[in-house]
Every structure is written in C-alpha cells, then in structure tokens.
C-alpha cells in the first residue's frame, strides 16, 4: 500500500467502497473475504453493500448524469487522460493486487495495468473525433419526398451504465466497459468481481485521484448472489455491459428493455493448413491454449487440423506442453498450478486442448486427441 491509495483501506483492514465522490465502509458490518488462489488463504476483504447502499449510489448517478452529458468532449478526454497518466504513475499496487487475487503472473499484472492506461487515452482520442461529428440529413432520400427539408443528427448518452467486468481481467475489462461510456457522456456504476474486487477498487482510486465529479464513477461490491439481480434490474439502470460466462444468459432475461452489450467467451479454434509452418503452429497453440493458465476468453480451446499433418502437429505440442513452467505467479511467468485448481470449477477446460483432424476426401472431422 502506498500513499496513493491510502485512502480506499478501512482502519479495520477491509477495502472500501466508492460512491458519490468517497470511500466508504457499508453499514451491514459485513465483509467478503478475497482468497489467494495461489495460497488458498484469505488475502483480502471488501465490503459487502447494502441495497439501501446500491439504491444511494443510483441515486447519485442520477442526479448527476444530465451535467455530465453536458461536459464538453474536451474536458472528458481531459478526464481520462489523466487517469491514464495515474495508473501508469502507480502500476505497483495494483498489479500486486492482481497477483494476490487472481494469480495472474507478476509480468503480466503490471502488462494488464499499461494496456488500461492505453486503451483509456485511445478512446479519449477516438471519443473526440468520433462524437464531435454529427450527421446531416436530406428530406428526398425517402421516396416521394422533395429536397425541402434537412435534419441534423447526433449521438447522445444513455444515462447510467453498469458495468460488471469478469475475474480474470478486473482492470483491463472494467475500463474497456467505462471509458467509452464517460466519453459519451455516460456516468458509470461498476460491480466488479468478487474475486478481483481489490485489484478493481485500485483502479477506482485513479478515476476519483483524476477528479471526475462525484457520481459520474462509482463502484460497489458485495456477493453477486446477494446485490447481483438487484443491480441488473434496478429501474435507474439504462445500459449494462457485461463480460463473463453463463451468468450473462441470466443478466439478459432480467435486465428487461434496455441496451445491453455482453462478451460471454467462446470456443475459439486454430486452423492449421497443410502447408502451414508446423513449428510456428505448434508453438503459437502452445502459447495460445496455456499462458495465463488458459484464463484467458480468446485462449485457444479446439485445434482443426488438416489430416496430413496431424500428427506432426500433436507430437510437437505435445512436447510444447511438456516444456512448460509451472509455479508460483510471483516468479513465474506461464502456468499458475494452483490457480488451475481453483478456477477448475469455474472453467474445466483451461488445462485441455483437443485436436480435431480434418478429413476433407471423406466429410467428416475426427477427434484426434486430448492433451492434459
């Protein structure tokens, strides 16, 4: 902990929640613990809010969202930047946080935290340019219709967006959801992960360090089983953007009419040709299907390979899986082993690849093998 972040940690140890401009502790007097999947022993606590506490933080928003909206693009982009300077100004903790809370390898916590800071300016920049533009309209595109009239368009904020972004990537895919949405004029609500709630709550301190006013950024936490549906159907929500698993489904039946923009992973496959470098695809399927422990969206999960070099490809990564480093995410930069265990319940895939051989003469795709 530094100076910096001083502020977000309770006297009592437990991690603060941000609403309407402060840090503040809950009035339930109840916590939820952040275990080390790395240790297995409790790291960390945040607090576990209120609905009273969730319907203030609304309430804040919106009173606050109209002026916001009317913040010129300049001075949001002013905003942001900022707090791209700050995280970059103070990597340290928060990576640290990563690393406690969800054994991302240290190498890679600190990677997550810069790409945050770049994403956050690239949209300011992009943000400028792209809603400083409105459209103009002609009357005599529409059949029958003389060219007599002209209508001027432009884009215009939502109001309050909540933004719940997965354990995996708590700070990368937390600003991805709120910065676009501040440059539009937006103000946003972010119910990060339990798991990754600390390494979240870090980045927060740099929205409220870079003086954004109160209400426009807020952030509870709690048990998704406890405030989960209250936040997704509460009547001051008019956008949720969403990244994470089958709870999505759940999320997108509650939410009722409003937008709402979700990113559920996938089942993303490798194609090797038979003429593809054999050496590079072995290795990049490698790479792909395990760094990070395989918690990754975009990691590698079904290999499609052409039947020819079949087994020239298995027997390759299977001596690319072999090499591979396992230990603790502090030192290491590859496998987490116990970070396996504790997300298996979470994702039985990450430590599997299956390799499907294509043959295109007879029609039909064959499972090959499983690599373990």
């Known amino acids: 902990m530094t100076g910096f972040y001083d502020e977000i940690l309770a006297k009592n140890g437990v991690y603060k929640y941000y609403g309407n401009g402060e840090w503040k502790e809950t009035s ?12 297995l022993k409790k790291d960390f606590q945040v607090q576990a809010c209120t609905q009273d506490e969730v319907n203030a933080v609304f309430d804040a928003a919106k009173k606050v969202h109209r002026s916001w909206a009317k913040t010129p693009l300049w001075k949001r982009a002013e905003y942001l930047h900022k707090v791209d300077a700050l995280l970059k100004e103070n990597v340290e903790p928060m990576a640290n ?67 719940i972004p997965p354990f995996n990537y708590p700070v990368n895919l937390a600003v991805s959801k709120m910065a ?5 004029g937006n103000v946003v609500v972010v119910k ?8 979240a ?44 698993g089958d709870t999505g489904i759940s999320v997108s039946k509650k939410a009722g009419m409003i937008p709402i923009q979700m990113e559920l992973g996938g089942k993303d496959a490798c194609i090797v040709c038979h003429d593809a470098d054999i050496d590079l695809a072995a290795k990049n399927i490698v790479k792909g299907g395990f760094s990070y422990s395989g918690q990754r969206c975009t990691a590698v999960k079904v290999v499609l390979v052409m039947e020819e070099v079949a ?57 090959l093998t499983a690599m373990h």
């Open 28 to 39: 339930s007097n109840r916590t939820v613990p952040v275990v080390n999947p790395s240790t």
């Open 201 to 244: 709550l870090h980045m927060i301190q740099t929205f409220h360090k870079a003086g954004f006013p109160p209400g426009v950024v807020q952030c509870v936490t709690g048990k998704g089983s406890e405030i989960g549906d209250f936040l997704t159907q509460h009547p001051a929500v008019n956008c949720i953007s969403f990244t994470g």
């Open 180 to 184: 676009p949405a501040l440059m539009a």
């Open 97 to 163: 946080a990563l690393v406690k809370e969800i054994a991302k390898p240290a190498k890679d916590a600190k990677t997550e935290v810069v790409r945050s800071g770049d994403l956050i300016s690239y949209t300011a920049e992009e943000g400028v340019r792209f809603l400083g533009q409105g459209k103009l309209l002609n009357s005599d595109s529409f059949p029958g219709q003389e060219r007599s009239k002209m209508c001027l368009c432009q884009k215009v904020p939502l109001g309050v967006v909540l933004c």
């Open 311 to 367: 087994d020239e490809l298995v027997k390759k990564v299977n001596k690319g899986v072999e090499e591979l480093t396992v230990g603790m995410p502090e030192v290491m930069l590859f496998l987490s082993l116990l970070l396996l265990a504790f997300a298996w319940p979470l994702h039985q895939s990450c430590m599997s690849l299956l390799l499907c051989c294509v043959c295109p003469h007879q029609g039909y795709v064959e499972s």
């Open 192 to 199: 990060p992960p339990s798991q990754g709630a600390v390494s």
